[in-house]
């Protein structure tokens, strides 16, 4: 079982950016695929980036293809999401969650581990 936990989320003015982080520990983590998540106030939660277990591929949702990258350093156990241009609609919280049978899915219930999420508020 790998325990996830995110940082960098923060208060972003509209246009800025951030470095969201999720450091692994309890297995190795080129044992799974990895995605990022958010949920917005009273919204349900949304895939936003997804990464294959080696980070050769990727895959975003359209509302933050070419803002938004994700990338990994499984010596460092750790995935990054890079948020770049940053307005408002992507206030949430933002969740990392880990797929043992790395299905690089876009779907939520593919993914088995999750973290406890990091809040990122942009104000415009």
């Known amino acids: 079982q790998v325990q996830l936990v995110e940082s960098g989320g923060g208060l972003v003015q509209a246009g800025g950016s951030l470095r969201l982080s999720c450091a692994a520990s309890?297995?190795?983590?080129?044992?799974?695929?990895m995605a990022w998540f958010r949920q917005a106030p009273g919204k349900e939660r949304e895939f936003v980036a997804g990464i294959n277990w080696n980070g050769s591929r990727t895959f975003y949702a359209d509302s933050v293809k070419g803002r938004f990258t994700i990338s990994r350093d499984n010596a460092k156990n750790t995935v990054y999401l890079q948020m770049n241009s940053l307005n408002a609609e992507d206030t949430a919280v933002y969740y990392c969650?880990?797929?043992?049978?790395?299905?690089?899915?876009?779907?939520?219930?593919?993914?088995?581990?999750w973290g406890q999420g990091t809040q990122v508020t942009v104000s415009s």
């Open positions: 969650a880990a797929d043992r049978y790395k299905r690089n899915s876009y779907m939520e219930r593919a993914y088995d581990y």
């Open positions: 309890g297995r190795t983590l080129s044992t799974y695929a």
